[in-house]
């Protein structure tokens, strides 16, 4: 193992840093992690970073390369952090230039949905695949698209915002200005509103605490129809953003990760059958909705792939 | 101009078959159009096609591909038309095998909204461009995209139906079960029909005749201001479509044309409004929207581009 190269994944959340030594596709060492809301601005958490990596570097000095995964719009190219979702003080910063300087690593930065496909991609359900949507549910919705074998970032490095496009024209207006986006219909804290209304509608109500997707998916389990309905519901909601994604790219496969994917078959099922009802036949044919292999593993083991890649190593053949 | 070489382009449509020579853009020779519904099957409309290929051959000897763009579903590698939307007797017709038996020169067939994006990336709008959306609007809406410099066609080579993608998941059901599909909001009937209903609900009823697109476009421009209303409330669903586009693959540029495209600043100016409300900076900043630069002929100069291409010749540099 002494002459593979190793990498360092960093999956920077809103809660916490988590970093990570990826050795063929296997964390095998996991940093303590840094408390994200401690850091009012960037520099000092860019310093942190940089005393995490050296001090896993000293465990592992084969380590060639390090990924960060950010909540938010990153220019990929240059490494330029745009902003993030629900973290102060991080405004147009080079983090990849900040942190090359302190470790004297190449250092890829990229956005943490398109290291989540990235991860399923290389190391995951999509191995081999050449064209595939990967979408990550939880408190957002995010995605990545690979066709023909690449990951597609667009003009300016942002593409594939699955949780910010429509379903309905006329929907409520979010983040963005953008109505009726995805992620105000599916995103967590929007599933449990959704359960808290319908069950209050059917003269039921329950906790907030009661409505959580982890307890609606247990009540579903054990037969409750209006726990069933809910992840029918959503699974509805998901289908009609996936289906424009098989319109207009045409993939062979959707890869569905995050915490609301652990609904297993209660959401897969009804969606499988909403999507393939609204597709004709030669987008559908030998098309695969798939769980992701990875779970909270997969922003590491994305960016720490995607690094080693980005620094010349053949992740596909060796790692 | 002898060692040149040139194409022909052939647009199939569910009315009529044009055919023409194409010369650096240009076409310098059209045939006389096929009348498409004389023709119950393919194989005698084929063998006629081959014809007018033979005829435009004799005119132009140094013709060296030929192109065909197909109101349908192909597929691009082996040019089998699976079916056509509107055309009787065409099902699993190979179509590209059948012409270079016949012609015994390359053949490429492709989706006619793909040829017209291929036109505008080639010879047209998006000349130079390497992330842009193409839209056609007219009886049907169809679209195709270039990523990373290259035409994103997917696994079964069927991307680009911006046309089917959906603006509302409760919507109508549409030709292939899809709910909401944007086509069923925004082809020329829909608008028709659009406009005869929004003057009927404000009392001043018309007739269909009244209601075309071209007759709401000259109402428009003299002002009135019921059917500026129509093309704001095309141009607001069209957004919807088009932004789901722009999250989902971050083009530079949006390129419009069809029939529908004709309204101009009609539609364009409450279009490109509704458009960046609903995107955040890194999608909006250097995004373009523009008219298409052809019009009928989008189809023959796409496919010949496309053929020549195809067949190794270099049209970014010569032609």
Not at 32 to 48: F, G, S, W
Not at 88 to 116: F, Q, S, Y
Not at 186 to 204: H, P, V
Not at 211 to 236: F, H, M, N, Y
């Amino acid at each position: 193992m002494s002459d593979i190269p190793l990498a360092i994944g960093i999956d920077f959340g809103g809660t916490s840093v988590k970093s990570g030594v990826l050795y063929r596709g296997n964390i095998i060492e996991e940093a303590p992690r840094i408390d994200t809301q401690n850091y009012e601005e960037a520099e000092p958490l860019i310093q942190e970073l940089a005393q995490v990596i050296s001090d896993l570097r000293k465990n592992h000095p084969t380590i060639k390369a390090i990924g960060v995964g950010m909540p938010g719009f990153v220019d990929f190219p240059t490494g330029l952090v745009h902003n993030l979702t629900n973290v102060e003080g991080w405004h147009r910063i080079p983090l990849k230039m900040r942190l090359e300087e302190l470790t004297e690593l190449p250092v890829t930065v990229e956005n943490d949905a398109n290291c989540m496909a990235y991860a399923e991609w290389k190391r995951g359900t999509g191995r081999g695949m050449k064209h595939l949507i990967a979408i990550t549910l939880g408190t957002g919705v995010g995605g990545g698209i690979i066709l023909d074998g690449k990951m597609i970032r667009g003009a300016n490095s942002v593409a594939g915002e699955l949780g910010q496009t429509t379903i309905d024209h006329q929907g409520p207006r979010g983040t963005y200005g953008n109505l009726g986006a995805l992620e105000d219909y599916i995103g967590n804290r929007e599933i449990t509103k959704l359960a808290l209304d319908t069950y209050a509608s059917k003269g039921e109500p329950k906790s907030k605490e009661e409505c959580s997707p982890e307890k609606i998916t247990k009540a579903a389990l054990l037969g409750e129809q209006t726990a069933i309905g809910i992840w029918e519901d959503v699974a509805t909601k998901l289908a009609s953003a996936l289906m424009n994604c098989c319109w207009l790219l045409n993939p062979e496969a959707i890869i569905i990760g995050g915490g609301v994917a652990k609904a297993g078959s209660l959401l897969f099922a009804p969606l499988d059958h909403a999507l393939r009802a609204q597709l004709s036949r030669p987008f559908k044919e030998n098309l695969r909705i798939l769980p992701a292999r990875f779970g909270n593993e997969a922003g590491i083991v994305g960016a720490a792939t995607l690094a080693l890649e980005q620094a010349g190593f053949d992740v596909d053949d060796h790692y």
